[in-house]
């Protein structure tokens, strides 16, 4: 039977097992938007294509499928930019779907034409411009073949107005086939033999954990792993959520505003193990000074990250949930040489101990005004263990990590790579879409907040409860931070001068709002906020000029924190 | 340092792009490139001239095999092969300097391929060395345009490079 190129890319969406879409209509996508209305796929309308993309991101991140928004050509279609490079940057798995002219008029300057290959091709991982009607089922299938494989990330397909009504016989492919994408899945097991022998024949390990343990849930074998080698853990804030915070082999985050002993360990190691993470300059520091003295083993499903920031001595292209069973099975055969080695490397455990004690995670409370960072604390106390955590990009993003403790996958998710302010908001509509039982909660800033705001309203439409706390400053801090601490204090275009009253922002949409002034409020209205049905505002009015420490100054090495 | 790398490419619209976009958004140098459909018509194979370190090839070719229509990359820089460039010379060409430049083109076994009163058009093809040299020789008469076909490369021996090996 004949369908047309809407309804067969509605139909390859469900083949895909796609529920839950997010997006926003125009004409070119006025066919497509139609036939939705005749499947069962359930679709959200944000207010913005950027929050459809956040929001889709999100969903992915929290549910391991591939997210998918729609959008429609020219300024929706651009609108998605910053959402796409946001996910290209953090490997999320996504389906993008823009509508475009029709084919005769492309290049034409029609009205709402704007070259979406062209513009993404640098923030995607593979682009497509649908030209014919019979190639759409192939290539839904090939993206989302590419989007969820290898190292995931967002296809985009361009799909032109006349496509979208034309029509052919639908045929589905069962396979795909790629002469030029065959990702290395399974791990040299000769690698794995080395990497074994260099485990254990190191006396100070870290295991060095990134978004990638994230993305390929391996929170359970990188457990077996730690434990069985006794190797204190540092994630970044991609891989925040894979190791509990609170194990005692937890070293939390590493890098600018890692822990002390986290940057400590690293830079004294004599074995890291990089799992998933691709030592990003936030992570690393100066590089001539990034651990001197340790061999460095990078797993990593994506050769391109392998040696790319810096020097590797054992390179290991594969998946985590491939290699650490491998690695595992190879460092349990002779049990007795493990409990030596896991005996010889005990000094070194002191020695962290030593720095956890020496510098612990910390912040000066007081009584007079609320500090941002007991307001993530309490939360942390008042939230259940799978509530997900989203945050914008600033202080408050740093003391989300700092200070909430994660212990179950998949629950903090948080723009990383490009650090895109304004994510936080949507990607809690898109976890809460995903998850409307769970707690859902974005930590923002006043700035951020203000990036996206205009989602409450999706919010309150679709009844998804998520809780939103404002760490408020009057500042964009995280750059007034930095004005501080190098520019001599010159404020220059950080202060937001207007108060905003974000209750009645709240209101306006139909949602609720809470203010705490004083630290005796913040518990109050914690409880108060979260046991409210629908969605929340809770306004934290904090010290204004707090820094988020330790702190690593830009270009200086790992060991050279600001502490205080 | 110089490399040679050539590239075997999806024969499909708009694959140029992915290529030459990886190169100038990663900062990565194209001396030249070139591009013609190969013995399966489905692939075209890219010819590109770069230069860095090991660590700058060793990113230029993981980056290249990362892309989806990318089927192979073969980098030169350790293995055999045989370098032609093609090049077109317009040279002024007045009564005295018509038999040095017809004696020139006669050394590098180059050919005329077009005349004039007042110029020769000559097609040479070489290593792009000898290209040079004879340019240089060429000078003095007078040039008015080059084009250069940037060069192409072949493996020695009998392996032949295809999508399947
Ligand atoms: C879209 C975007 N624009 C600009 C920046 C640069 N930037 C990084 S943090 C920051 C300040 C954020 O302020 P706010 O959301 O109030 O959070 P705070 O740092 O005060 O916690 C800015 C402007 C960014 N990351 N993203």
Not at chain 1, 232 to 239: F, N, Q, Y
Request: net charge neutral; glycine share 8%; proline share 6%.
């Amino acid at each position: 039977m004949k369908k047309t190129g809407s309804q067969i890319l509605l139909e390859c969406l469900q083949l895909e097992g796609v529920e839950t879409i997010f997006g926003y209509p125009g004409g070119t996508v006025i066919n497509l938007y139609d036939d939705l209305m005749d499947t069962p796929i359930n679709h959200i309308l944000t207010r913005h294509e950027q929050a459809a993309v956040h929001a889709a991101d999100a969903y992915a991140r929290a549910t391991g499928k591939v997210g998918v928004a729609i959008a429609t050509s020219g300024p929706g279609a651009t609108n998605t930019v910053t959402g796409i490079a946001t996910a290209y940057m953090d490997s999320t798995p996504m389906v993008i779907i823009t509508g475009q002219v029709p084919t005769p008029l492309i290049g034409n300057d029609a009205f709402q034409e704007a070259d979406m290959v062209g513009i993404t091709r640098p923030i995607t991982k593979h682009n497509y411009l649908v030209r014919d009607v019979k190639d759409l089922a192939r290539i839904v299938k090939q993206a989302f073949h590419i989007a969820s494989t290898g190292r995931p990330g967002p296809v985009l397909i361009d799909l032109p107005k006349d496509i979208q009504v034309a029509s052919t016989t639908f045929f589905y492919p069962d396979t795909v086939e790629l002469r030029g994408y065959k990702p290395t899945i399974i791990p040299n097991p000769r690698q794995l033999d080395k990497a074994a022998e260099m485990i254990l024949a190191a006396r100070k390990p870290v295991l060095y954990v990134g978004g990638g343990a994230t993305l390929s849930d391996v929170d359970k074998e990188l457990m077996i792993l730690a434990e069985a080698i006794q190797a204190p853990v540092t994630t970044t804030l991609m891989g925040m959520s894979s190791f509990p915070s609170r194990h005692p082999l937890s070293l939390g985050m590493l890098g600018m505003h890692g822990t002390f002993y986290a940057n400590m360990a690293v830079t004294n190691s004599d074995l890291l193990i990089a799992l998933g993470a691709r030592f990003d300059d936030r992570v690393t520091g100066k590089i001539a000074t990034f651990a001197p003295n340790a061999k460095i083993i990078h797993v990593d499903v994506d050769p391109t990250s392998i040696k790319k920031n810096v020097r590797v001595d054992l390179p290991v292209v594969g998946v985590l949930p491939k290699v650490l069973p491998g690695l595992i099975e190879r460092l349990q055969k002779d049990p007795e040489t493990l409990e030596r080695v896991v005996a010889s490397s005990q000094a070194w455990r002191n020695q962290v101990q030593e720095w956890k004690e020496q510098h612990p995670m910390t912040y000066k409370n007081t009584k007079a005004t609320i500090k941002p960072q007991y307001v993530i604390e309490k939360l942390c106390e008042l939230t259940a263990d799978d509530a997900i955590i989203t945050t914008e990009v600033g202080q408050h993003q740093m003391w989300a990590a700092q200070f909430y403790d994660f212990s179950v996958p998949r629950t903090f998710l948080t723009s990383g790579g490009l650090g895109t302010m304004g994510f936080g908001l949507p990607a809690a509509l898109g976890a809460q879409a995903a998850f409307p039982k769970r707690q859902v909660i974005d930590i923002s800033g006043d700035g951020s907040f203000q990036m996206n705001s205009q989602e409450l309203a999706t919010l309150v439409q679709y009844r998804l409860p998520v809780k939103i706390v404002i760490l408020n400053n009057n500042f964009l801090g995280m750059v007034r931070q930095w004005q501080q601490l190098f520019f001599d204090k010159r404020y220059s275009q950080t202060c937001m001068e207007l108060p905003i009253d974000f209750i009645k922002l709240a209101q306006a949409y139909g949602a609720e709002g809470f203010r705490a002034t004083k630290p005796e409020e913040v518990e109050k209205v914690l409880r108060q906020g979260l046991e409210t049905p629908g969605p929340v505002i809770m306004e934290f009015k904090v010290a204004r000029e707090e820094n988020v420490l330790p702190m690593v100054p830009a270009g200086a090495g790992l060991n050279e924190m600001v502490l205080s | 340092m110089r490399h040679v790398i050539s590239i075997l490419v999806e024969n499909e619209f708009g694959v140029l792009p992915r290529v030459s976009g990886l190169f100038s958004g990663r900062g990565f140098n194209i001396e030249s490139l070139s591009v013609a459909p190969t013995l399966d018509e489905t692939i075209s194979r890219m010819t590109i001239v770069t230069s860095g370190d090991d660590r700058i090839l060793e990113q230029i070719t993981k980056q290249l095999n990362k892309l989806i229509d990318v089927i192979k990359v073969i980098d030169f820089t350790d293995q055999p092969f045989v370098e032609r460039e093609m090049a077109m010379i317009k040279i002024s060409a007045d009564m005295q300097s018509r038999a040095e430049i017809l004696r020139i083109v006669d050394i590098f076994r180059a050919n005329v391929v077009d005349v004039t009163p007042r110029s020769y058009s000559v097609e040479v093809t070489g290593a792009p060395s000898k290209i040079d040299a004879m340019i240089e020789l060429l000078r003095p008469m007078g040039l008015k345009e080059i084009v250069r076909s940037g060069p192409i490369v072949l493996g020695r021996g009998p392996k032949a490079w295809k999508n399947e090996d």
